[in-house]
């Protein structure tokens, strides 16, 4: 990491430590849902795999590198085993100065806002890295959970994009299409479409959870053939005109009914930024792809705790699944906000897994075209 320095700002260890422990972890976000988190002691998913029946093979190795300084998400280096996230945002000279003349300003009001102002400045650096750490893991999780790999996709890994996928080993057989696109209303049965591949795995492991985007469900409730299974259900499900609707609760109502698979819905979504300094948003799971599963998750996020750094002056504190750093620079003057962590999606039950392309016949490798 370099020299790093004592923090610039007014700010001490219990100050920072309370700030990163109010932070509630994938809050509002889909990860914690399907990938809680999981200690591991190991890097090595190979060991993990023992446990839990995670085979994985990964080869691309760069550890001990400088966290890339960006202004918003970025991807870590893979270190081969589990993989390591960073993101680094800083405070620059006219940003300290503008704090220091706030300072003066507050000394001599009693104005709360400027105080306020104060606080803000000091605590957003570590707002935005708790905030980027937990939608690199969203992004990762999600893309992992709808496609059954993990890729390294361009528009989200930009430079550090490569042709490596990592394996989980779901039986292929598990990777299905189906007969009509769930876009097509009048012929398309999606109902029908998840209970045939329930059936594709026997015994206690039979899936019992359907996890989809919201645009993948409003494609379901507006088929003819989901309104004619449903149809009984309907009379107790009106709008505020007294119509029928066709809501989650209805379909849910008739899946259980039968001991289909409850359908979960959820609605994904990210920012990332380019090389440029752009923001592009990008759906992290993908509304085309529907996955069958036995239990209400599909995974979990593995993680092991970042190394406390020994003899520095920077201020160190430990978040739910990563650390976080303060410290600054003289030469230029900068407060700088790391945040690192070893954190790892997987898939758990992988031979109990379906994965459902909803726009295809075949699974074609997750694609909708």
Request: proline share 5%.
């Amino acid at each position: 990491m370099g020299n790093m320095n004592k923090p610039l700002f007014d700010l001490n260890q219990r100050d920072l430590q309370i700030e990163v422990d109010s932070y509630k972890p994938g809050n509002g976000l889909i990860w914690p849902i399907l990938f809680p988190l999981k200690h591991t002691r190991s890097f090595d998913l190979k060991g993990i795999s023992g446990k839990e029946g995670i085979p994985i093979a990964a080869e691309r190795v760069a550890f001990n590198v400088k966290a890339p300084l960006k202004t918003r998400k970025t991807i870590g280096s893979w270190s081969g085993t589990l993989d390591k996230i960073a993101v680094s945002r800083d405070k620059n000279e006219l940003d300290i100065n503008e704090y220091e003349d706030l300072k003066v300003l507050a000394a001599n009001s009693d104005d709360p806002e400027m105080a306020q102002e104060l606080v803000d400045m000091i605590f957003d650096d570590v707002e935005f890295c708790n905030e980027a750490m937990d939608y690199r893991n969203e992004i990762d999780a999600l893309r992992i959970g709808c496609l059954g790999i993990k890729t390294y996709d361009p528009e989200i890994d930009g430079e550090n994009a490569t042709a490596d996928t990592i394996n989980f080993n779901v039986p292929s057989q598990n990777f299905v299409g189906i007969a009509k696109p769930w876009s097509n209303y009048a012929e398309a049965d999606g109902l029908g479409d998840i209970i045939a591949k329930q059936k594709l795995i026997k015994g206690k492991n039979k899936p019992k959870y359907a996890f989809m985007e919201e645009a993948g469900f409003s494609h379901l409730i507006s088929q003819d053939k989901t309104k004619t299974r449903c149809a009984s259900l309907l009379v107790s499900a009106l709008n505020m005109e007294g119509n029928s609707i066709l809501t989650l609760d209805v379909v849910n109502s008739y899946m259980n009914k039968h001991g289909f698979p409850q359908i979960v819905v959820f609605n994904s979504e990210a920012t990332i930024e380019d090389k440029e300094g752009n923001e592009v948003d990008v759906k992290p799971w993908f509304e085309h792809i529907v996955v069958l599963s036995p239990v209400p998750r599909l995974g979990y996020s593995y993680y092991k705790p970042v190394p406390m750094v020994k003899d520095t002056a920077a201020m160190q504190v430990r978040g739910s699944y990563y650390k976080l750093t303060r410290y600054s620079d003289v030469n230029p003057m900068q407060e700088v906000t790391l945040t690192e962590a070893y954190i790892q999606p997987a898939l758990d039950n992988r031979a109990s897994l379906v994965f459902i392309n909803t726009a295809k016949t075949t699974w074609n490798n997750g694609s909708a075209t």
